[in-house]
């Protein structure tokens, strides 16, 4: 008897110990779509494998979800969460909307690994590198990888997180000769061009030496100097950070604003941005933002 307790502790030890389970991504049914879920102490991340993406981060205690979510696939608004896609913008054979590949379709595949999920995207053909997407928990910080691969074409990759339009997101401006106001604007539906110059939008309220971005139902997209962006949502912040990039840079479009916030007209979100440099084409290159939650 003896000898089976010990037999039996060992196999618990070795095959599900505490710490391990934490880090390992689970199936689950997410709004009836099949999803994985990870959820360290304190903290809860859910990846849907039918729209390829981390569709809810938030407190492991309760289903608040500090990113905007759509319930279907069907949602005029998008599918939320985590967007990723390659640019520049302006470079897009179709204009609008993004690759059906990027932005519209499941994991072609996927694996867990040492605490590492990854899903393979489609290839979205055009001579656009190949994408996939990781995800992995560096402590209390959810880590988003992309990684890029293949292609002719130079790319940058720009990892966009829509949280709801209520959230109030925290910049600092750093001003410059190059930009006055520490800050500028990209191009959207309502300023067509990059613009250094330009009058305070209603958007920005002023506290010091920081600066508070709000929706106001009325588009403006700004971009800052790279920083973390903190947003602000009912009793919680979410932190979007910059946590690494390789590959050969090829150019620095936005004048290298590549810490950007999107505010929507109609839509439903807000949009906050890490953009890397292009990379050249013919070489691996990858870019990870983290997030982070807290108590406000």
């Known amino acids: 008897m003896r000898i089976a307790v010990i037999l039996i502790s060992a196999y618990m030890l070795t095959a599900c110990p505490a710490a391990e389970k934490t880090e390992l991504w689970q199936p689950m049914q997410w709004n009836g779509e099949r999803a994985l879920v990870s959820s360290p102490p304190g903290w809860k991340a859910i990846v849907s494998l039918e729209r390829g993406r981390l569709v809810h981060f938030g407190p492991a205690d309760s289903e608040t979800n500090l990113l905007f979510e759509a319930a279907t696939r069907t949602d005029p608004a998008g599918w939320g969460g985590h967007r990723l896609w390659l640019g520049p913008?302006?470079?897009?054979?179709?204009?609008?909307?993004?690759?059906?590949?990027?932005?519209?379709?499941?994991?072609?595949?996927?694996?867990?690994?040492?605490?590492?999920?990854?899903?393979?995207?489609?290839?979205?053909?055009?001579?656009?590198?190949?994408?996939?997407?990781?995800?992995?928990?560096?402590?209390?910080?959810?880590?988003?990888?992309?990684?890029?691969?293949?292609?002719?074409?130079?790319?940058?990759?720009?990892?966009?997180?829509?949280?709801?339009?209520?959230?109030?997101?925290?910049?600092?401006?750093?001003?410059?000769?190059?930009?006055?106001?520490?800050?500028?604007?990209?191009?959207?539906?309502?300023?067509?061009?990059?613009?250094?110059?330009?009058?305070?939008?209603?958007?920005?309220?002023?506290?010091?030496?920081?600066?508070?971005?709000?929706?106001?139902?009325?588009?403006?997209?700004?971009?800052?100097?790279?920083?973390?962006?903190?947003?602000?949502?009912?009793?919680?912040?979410?932190?979007?950070?910059?946590?690494?990039?390789?590959?050969?840079?090829?150019?620095e479009p936005d004048a290298g604003f590549f810490t950007q916030v999107y505010l929507g007209g109609a839509e439903p979100f807000i949009e906050l941005e890490q953009l890397t440099p292009a990379f050249s084409p013919h070489a691996p290159a990858s870019s990870t933002i983290s997030l982070q939650g807290s108590a406000q």
């Open 89 to 251: 913008q302006h470079t897009w054979s179709n204009g609008w909307p993004p690759p059906a590949a990027w932005e519209r379709s499941a994991a072609e595949s996927f694996t867990v690994s040492g605490g590492t999920l990854r899903l393979v995207l489609p290839d979205a053909g055009d001579g656009w590198p190949r994408l996939t997407r990781t995800y992995q928990w560096s402590g209390e910080r959810l880590l988003c990888g992309a990684e890029m691969s293949g292609g002719t074409r130079k790319a940058q990759i720009i990892q966009i997180i829509q949280v709801p339009k209520t959230a109030l997101i925290d910049v600092v401006p750093q001003p410059s000769k190059a930009a006055p106001r520490g800050y500028v604007q990209l191009p959207s539906t309502a300023t067509p061009h990059f613009s250094a110059e330009f009058a305070v939008p209603p958007h920005v309220m002023a506290h010091g030496t920081s600066l508070t971005l709000k929706y106001l139902a009325r588009v403006q997209k700004l971009g800052f100097a790279p920083q973390p962006l903190p947003a602000r949502y009912q009793k919680f912040v979410l932190t979007l950070d910059r946590a690494g990039q390789s590959g050969t840079i090829a150019s």
